[in-house]
């Protein structure tokens, strides 16, 4: 039993409490929710020293301050965002000490969109179902983070990594393969977006990336009975402006799914802002 | 074995597949058995087929061998709703159905449903056994708000809201079960498999 707390002193656009989710719940109607960008959310927790399901916070565009009331080791992960401990500048992608009450401060990301803090000992606010994480679509998990919230940390379980480097990240694009209704487009999917040039659209968030930059056309306009879809699956609603379903999305629907990105590319959606190109490759 | 294959299996991308069945009963029957055998991350039925997400083709394939699709599932519980009919649109579906109010409450509570697949939010069930000419269009424009608790039909489904949703189906009435509970295993009580019949009570 841990009495340490995290106190919220500000925040940004959206701060949410995000483990590895709640698969396996999905026939329920549950969505698998989680960090959306996992391989972020991941290495944070591994540099403080938690178990990998350990809880921590993904921050939207920064704007996030934060105190302890006992010292822990912290990290931020993700995007490229300026971090200060007090007034001091400091690194993201490494352990740091944060003494009690210094405030630790995330700034406007440089590149990227979502940061993963995470705190040695993790969040531990009640799980629902398995998870800490907050469903931004079906309400479950805690309500997203406000200033002004204390959230309960738990007793560290390990020490802090070593410094470690993060992989670099694979090639630029999103790696596309057919979906299982490809043929309700009239043409290939795969190729026509390939070719396309799409951005990320201002309404994207966790529930999906939504295309920008054009339209895919319909072979079949009458309806498909709801069927579950999975994460990563590229839904073409009538209107033709696709979407890649995250982590967020609901676990059946109506609308076909026409390809499915590629599961080791998904972070990558994680980090477009609103306006950023959005390019597709073929999977081999 | 002669005759067309009850299935067909079409790729997800490397780590899923949809499974494509008769209809909404086979889908049930086929994700139970496809949920004991796989050890998959989720298996969800749909309205005619069976998602399985997290698991290689081979062994999806292996135990689609071992399903008989004229098994059927096995009766799950039946849970009795009791529902106040009194929703905004019991008037527009007597007019499709062609009847008068009192024989939409009667023809809807003559009915033993079965909750087909969950969807849309936590515990949303579909619920299939009306019969094809009783099906109702959904609303032109959802609703912003339809109450928890909400009994509605569209299509031939009918389903309980159970939570506040935006929503376009047409509302009969409402019941004060609590559909959604994530204190019960499992929290949505009517999980697949579960026989439904509604009861109508007084206000």
């Known amino acids: 039993m841990s009495d340490a707390v ?96 210094t405030p630790l401060t995330l700034g406007t990301p440089l590149r990227g969109a979502r940061s993963h803090l995470a705190v040695s000992g993790g969040l531990v606010v009640d799980p629902v179902l398995g998870s800490r994480s907050t469903d931004t679509l079906s309400g479950l998990g805690p309500p997203p983070v406000r200033t002004g919230d204390r959230l309960p940390v738990g007793v560290p379980a390990g020490v802090p990594a070593a410094v470690e480097v993060p992989p670099a990240p694979p090639s630029g694009t999103l790696r596309l393969h057919p979906g299982p209704r490809a043929d309700w487009c009239d043409g290939d999917p795969v190729d026509l977006l390939v070719r396309g040039a799409w951005t990320c659209g201002p309404d994207s968030d966790r529930v999906g990336l939504r295309l920008e930059g054009g339209t895919l056309p319909r072979a079949r306009t009458d309806e498909l009975a709801s069927e579950g879809v999975l994460l990563g699956a590229v839904q073409l609603p009538p209107g033709g402006r696709p979407v890649v379903f995250l982590a967020d999305h609901p676990t059946t629907g109506g609308y076909p799914v026409v390809a499915v990105v590629e599961p080791a590319d998904l972070w990558r959606c994680a980090q477009l802002r609103p306006g950023d190109p959005v390019r597709f490759s073929r999977a081999r | 074995m002669t005759g067309p294959p009850a299935y067909r299996v079409v790729p997800c991308g490397p780590a899923a597949l949809l499974v494509e069945v008769s209809d909404a009963p086979a889908a049930l029957s086929l994700a139970e058995h496809l949920r004991a055998g796989l050890g998959a991350t989720d298996v969800v039925p749909g309205a005619r ?155």
């Open chain 2, 49 to 203: 087929t069976v998602l399985v997400d997290g698991t290689e083709r081979a062994p999806v394939e292996e135990a689609l061998r071992r399903w008989d699709p004229a098994t059927g599932t096995d009766p799950g519980p039946l849970v009795e709703v009791p529902v106040v009919y009194d929703g905004a649109d019991l008037a527009d579906v007597a007019e499709v159905w062609g009847c008068t109010l009192r024989e939409v409450v009667e023809r809807h509570t003559s009915l033993e449903l079965v909750s087909a697949f969950c969807g849309f939010a936590p515990g949303f069930a579909y619920l299939s056994g009306a019969p094809e000419e009783w099906a109702v269009p959904r609303l032109a424009s959802p609703r912003p708000r339809v109450p928890a608790g909400s009994v509605a039909l569209a299509d031939t489904w009918s389903a309980v809201y159970p939570t506040a949703s935006p929503g376009g189906w047409r509302l009969l009435g409402r019941t004060d079960l609590a559909l959604w509970d994530t204190r019960r295993t499992p929290p949505a009580l009517l999980a697949p498999g579960t026989r439904v019949v509604f009861r109508e009570v007084r206000a």
């Open chain 1, 6 to 101: 995290l106190e919220v002193l500000a925040t940004g656009p959206l701060v949410t409490v995000q483990d590895r989710g709640r698969p396996g719940h999905a026939h329920l109607g549950v969505p698998r929710s989680g960090a959306l960008d996992a391989a972020a959310h991941a290495l944070a927790q591994r540099l403080v020293g938690n178990e990998p399901g350990a809880a921590g916070l993904e921050v939207l565009m920064g704007g996030l301050t934060v105190r302890l009331t006992e010292d822990r080791w912290v990290a931020v992960t993700g995007a490229e965002v300026p971090l200060r401990l007090g007034d001091r500048a400091v690194p993201t992608g490494r352990a740091l000490r944060l003494p009690t009450h």
